[in-house]
C-alpha cells in the first residue's frame, strides 16, 4: 500500500492541525491505521490506531487532544489534534498494513 501524509505545519502553543493519509493500493477498509512520531533525537514513537472497525486508541500523552478518525470511501485517515503543546512537535507518519508514509512535519511554538 503507498500512504501520503500531509497536513503538517508550523503553529503556535494552543492551535489545532489535522494530518491526512491517504492509502492507495491495497483495500484500505481491511485493516488497522496508525499514526506514530519521531522528534528530533527521540525514537519513533506510537501516537493512535485506529481499526478497521472504527475502534480508537491513544498514546497517554496525547489522550483528549487528539482524534483519530477515517473515511474508508475516500481511502483515508485522519489525525486530529487540537491543543497543540510544544512537545508535540515531530515528524508525523502514517502506517497501514506495514507500509509507512514519508512523514509530514509538525512544528509547535510556544
Known amino acids: 500500500v503507498q500512504l501520503q501524509a500531509s497536513g503538517g505545519g508550523l503553529v503556535q502553543a494552543g492551535d489545532s492541525l489535522r494530518l491526512s493519509c491517504a492509502a492507495s493500493g491495497r483495500t484500505f477498509s481491511n485493516y488497522d491505521m496508525a499514526w506514530y512520531r519521531q522528534a528530533p533525537g527521540k525514537q519513533r514513537e506510537w501516537v493512535a490506531r485506529i481499526s478497521n472497525g472504527g475502534s480508537p486508541n491513544y498514546a497517554g500523552s496525547v489522550e483528549g487532544r487528539f482524534t483519530i478518525s477515517r473515511d474508508n470511501a475516500k481511502r483515508t485517515g485522519y489525525l486530529q489534534m487540537n491543543s497543540l503543546k510544544p512537545e508535540d512537535t515531530a515528524v508525523y507518519y502514517c502506517?497501514?498494513?506495514?507500509?509507512w508514509g514519508q512523514g509530514t512535519q509538525v512544528t509547535v511554538s510556544s
Open positions: 502506517k497501514i498494513a506495514g507500509s
